[in-house]
């Protein structure tokens, strides 16, 4: 049974820096893509960042470049956004994926794994 756990997540000054990190188990992703969305109270999920299978090609949402970064390390099996000058619109509850077909970059409710999502608050 896949798993994507979430921690991280909190209540952070406008201008202050979190790190999110999700843990796979179940399988490994070292050939799949993975990447975080985001969902707001009254909003669709959105994307935030994907990260490609090798971790050379990095993919985000024109209003969080330069201040968020991707990462991952497919020994742990794990990925990571580092979040830094955060703004109130960041809010939100922050939701790793997991693309379920090998070295794809391509979205879909159908070829996704989700966690169970973290929250973020950025105060002004």
């Known amino acids: 049974q896949v798993q994507l756990v979430e921690t991280g997540g909190g209540l952070v000054q406008a201008g202050g820096s979190l790190r999110l990190s999700c843990a796979a188990s179940?399988?490994?992703?070292?050939?799949?893509?993975m990447g975080w969305f985001r969902q707001a109270p009254g909003k669709e999920r959105d994307f935030v960042a994907s990260?490609?299978?090798?971790?050379?090609?990095?993919y985000y949402r024109n209003s969080v470049k330069g201040r968020f970064t991707i990462s991952r390390d497919n020994a742990k099996n794990t990925v990571y956004l580092q979040m830094n000058s955060l703004k109130p619109e960041d809010s939100a509850v922050y939701y790793c994926?997991?693309?379920?077909?090998?070295?794809?970059?391509?979205?879909?409710?159908?070829?996704?794994?989700w966690g169970q999502g973290t929250q973020v608050t950025v105060s002004s």
């Open positions: 994926a997991a693309n379920r077909d090998q070295y794809s970059s391509t979205w879909n409710g159908r070829n996704t794994y």
């Open positions: 179940g399988r490994t992703f070292s050939s799949n893509d």
């Open positions: 990260i490609n299978w090798s971790g050379e090609t990095q």
